[in-house]
């Protein structure tokens, strides 16, 4: 049973990244999932969330028009496009994956499962 976030590197701000995440060894079609980051010294905070139907629950408010979150065609496959980005978008990126939520889609405490992150850095 993992999750495996996929897609980070190094870009420049303006740049543009697609993160994946992708499950295995259980059938995530019917789990919420949601993207988080943690940047040096801070802690781990939020991004977006999206049901297992595809609907879109949000974004943090500091990447609001500039990132998506999206299902693969694949069950258990969410993305992340990430445009515009800027230097402060810098951080490890998380994929997580929730059966449901009782509370705010923006707690790390309502996700059941974690993948290894995969890094993101955009240079100025």
């Known amino acids: 049973v993992q999750l495996q976030a996929l897609g980070g590197g190094l870009v420049q701000a303006g740049g543009s990244l697609r993160l994946s995440c992708a499950a295995s060894?259980?059938?995530?079609?019917?789990?919420?999932m949601g993207w988080f980051r943690q940047a040096p010294g801070k802690e781990r905070e939020f991004v977006s969330a999206?049901?297992?139907?595809?609907?879109?629950?949000g974004y943090a408010d500091s990447v609001k028009g500039r990132f998506t979150i999206s299902r693969g065609t694949a069950e258990n496959t969410v993305y992340l496009q990430m445009n515009s980005l800027k230097p402060e978008d810098t951080a490890m990126y998380y994929c997580?994956?929730?059966?449901?939520?009782?509370?705010?889609?923006?707690?790390?405490?309502?996700?059941?499962?974690w993948g290894r992150g995969t890094q993101v850095t955009v240079s100025s």
């Open positions: 060894g259980r059938a995530y079609s019917n789990y919420h």
């Open positions: 997580a994956a929730a059966q449901f939520f009782g509370g705010s889609v923006t707690s790390q405490s309502e996700y059941d499962l």
């Open positions: 999206i049901t297992w139907k595809g609907t879109n629950l």
